[in-house]
T-cell receptor, first 115, second 109 residues
Framework: DGGITQSPKYLFRKEGQNVTLSCEQN?????MYWYRQDPGQGLRLIYY???????QKGDIAEGYSVSREKKESFPLTVTSAQKNPTAFYLC??????????????FGQGTRLTVV | EDQVTQSPEALRLQEGESSSLNCSYT??????LFWYRQDPGKGPEFLFT???AGEEKEKERLKATLTKKESFLHITAPKPEDSATYLC??????????FGQGTTLQVKP
């Protein structure tokens, strides 16, 4: 089955530690995105990538880093510089066609808690 | 600055009571306007894509419409299973996909 897989589903991090969230897709999509969702809030864009080996900062990139070495994979690292990392993290992918945007499909999310 | 704003934040309806959700957008070179449904603790589920003003899409009790500045999600005769958070998103010409804060809908039997 084609889709987007995020792992792990739940993650606990001690203060001062870096942690990496995994996102893999087998939809052959070019574009991938990372969002953060806080309780009762919408989705805020952290980073996005339209093509392999290229990515752009979103609205809340501070304290996060990404890489896009393969088309299928877009891991997100939450660094110790992120002051309030406890949140629900969502990864998405889409296949943008020239001139139009196409719908993005989401993984089931990773819930990160700082302990 | 690219921005998407949804209203109301929360909406309570009786079963069968129709209503509309609003999504206002300011985006550089709109490449698409999207509606999603999100259930608690899960990833958003795609509903509709709209590309140009005047376009409409329908699915069961839901109909999405688009103008040059807004999109509406009309819910006709809702059922309790329609209870969820509805998210609106806009794709800009830079490739950004920007979401609004969502409208949480509760439909009581």
């Amino acid at each position: 089955d084609g889709g987007i897989t995020q792992s792990p589903k739940y993650l606990f991090r001690k203060e001062g530690q870096n942690v990496t969230l995994s996102c893999e897709q087998n939809l052959n999509h070019d574009a991938m995105y990372w969002y953060r969702q806080d309780p009762g809030q919408g989705l805020r864009l952290i980073y996005y990538s339209q093509i392999v080996n290229d990515f752009q900062k979103g609205d809340i990139a501070e304290g996060y880093s990404v890489s896009r070495e393969k088309k299928e994979s877009f891991p997100l690292t939450v660094t110790s510089a992120q002051k309030n990392p406890t949140a629900f993290y969502l990864c998405a992918s889409s296949r943008p066609a020239q001139g139009v945007g196409t719908e993005a499909f989401f993984g089931q999310g990773t819930r990160l808690t700082v302990v | 600055e690219d921005q998407v704003t949804q209203s109301p934040e929360a909406l309570r309806l009786q079963e069968g009571e129709s209503s509309s959700l609003n999504c206002s957008y300011t985006v550089s070179g709109l490449r698409g306007l999207f509606w999603y449904r999100q259930d608690p603790g899960k990833g958003p589920e795609f509903l509709f894509t709209l590309y140009s003003a005047g376009e409409e899409k329908e699915k069961e009790r839901l109909k999405a419409t688009l103008t040059k500045k807004e999109s509406f999600l009309h819910i006709t005769a809702p059922k309790p299973e329609d209870s969820a958070t509805y998210l609106c998103a806009a794709s800009s010409n830079t490739g950004k996909l920007i979401f609004g804060q969502g409208t949480t809908l509760q439909v009581k039997p």
